[in-house]
């Protein structure tokens, strides 16, 4: 399991993203670019781990009822 950003902000000894990090996370606007990114972060570049993160944004995308609101970016910076 991964938590990412789940520390409170500024919190004491927590290194800042890398350059690279925050780069791919600045290109974040639509669905399909944080597809693109949750697949370079959290997903080796090997065929098999890039099908299983696949898979997993599919399964992330297959609920079509009661779903959450899409936060925007007053989430994101709250």
Do not use: C, H, W
Request: glycine share 10%.
């Amino acid at each position: 399991m991964i938590l990412a950003g789940t520390a409170p902000e500024g919190g004491e000894g927590l290194a800042p993203f890398s350059s690279e990090v925050q780069s791919i996370l600045a290109r974040v606007k639509d669905n399909k670019s944080f597809g693109e990114a949750v697949l370079k972060l959290f997903f080796a570049s090997t065929d098999t781990s890039q099908a299983a993160g696949r898979a997993f944004l599919e399964r992330l995308g297959a609920r079509n009822e009661d779903r959450e609101p899409p936060s925007g970016d007053q989430i994101a910076r709250a």
